[in-house]
């Protein structure tokens, strides 16, 4: 069975700080994602992660995939207020066409 | 972009009625179609998964008889929950994959989502 674990779960920020989320997934994995949810709201799509060594970025955003240590990170540089929401990984299987999700983590920005 | 509608965007029903949500893929065809669950504060919970014009598979300790799925068209998967109760309200989310402009192969699309409150 396929577990993906997040952490931290909650994370206060300081304004203009730089933070990490790490994604750790149990078997090899195809594909990795990255999704933001604000309350109430549905999720937003960040990156898709296809290979090895893969890094994206987006913003203040930046993610990374390591697919040996079967760990993904989130960086988040200088934090902003706007940034406050739960942020998802996900990853799936070219073979078992579905999304495993980690808890999520809640992050709060404060100045 | 690819784009999932879902409706309604919340809906308040009395126990023991059923409501229908519907998810539609506007730009792409939808070949398989996601149902998933969200209580507050938790990560979502995949509740099925429908292929156009095949039944759903149901994830372990879904009840497919309370959680009715049709994925009748490529474009539309509706989800019924039936006799509902109050301990069914919660967030569904749809999701849909498949090809068409603007989907890309590795990609999920979610629908907005709707809250269900059974009172």
């Known amino acids: 069975e396929l577990k993906v674990e997040q952490n931290p779960l909650f994370l206060s920020m300081q304004e203009g700080k730089n933070y990490t989320i790490y994604c750790n997934y149990s078997t090899t994995s195809d594909r990795l994602y990255w999704y933001r949810q604000d309350p109430g709201k549905s999720l937003e799509s960040l990156f898709v992660?296809?290979?090895?060594?893969a890094v994206k970025q987006e913003g203040r955003l930046m993610a990374s995939l390591d697919t040996k240590a079967r760990l993904s990170t989130l960086h988040i540089t200088a934090a902003v207020h706007d940034l406050s929401a739960t942020y998802f990984c996900a990853v799936d299987f070219l073979n078992d066409y579905k999304l495993s999700f980690g808890a999520g983590t809640t992050v709060t920005v404060r100045a | 972009g690819a784009v999932v509608s879902q409706h309604p965007s919340w809906v308040i029903c009395k126990s023991g009625t059923s409501v229908k949500i519907e998810c539609r893929s506007l730009?792409?065809?939808?070949?398989?179609m996601f149902w998933y669950r969200q209580f507050p504060k938790q990560s979502l919970m995949l509740m099925a998964t429908?292929?156009?014009?095949?039944?759903?598979?149901?994830e372990q300790g879904v009840e497919k008889d309370k959680f009715l799925i049709n994925h009748a068209s490529l474009t539309l998967s509706t989800l019924t929950v039936t006799s509902a109760h109050p301990e069914d309200s919660s967030f569904y989310i749809c999701?849909?994959?498949?090809?068409?402009?603007?989907?890309?192969?590795?990609?999920?699309?979610f629908g907005s989502g709707t809250r269900l409150t059974v009172v």
């Open positions: 429908s292929n156009e014009g095949s039944k759903a598979t149901y």
């Open positions: 999701s849909a994959s498949g090809t068409g402009r603007g989907q890309s192969a590795y990609g999920y699309t």
């Open positions: 730009d792409f065809q939808a070949t398989t």
């Open positions: 992660l296809l290979s090895n060594g």
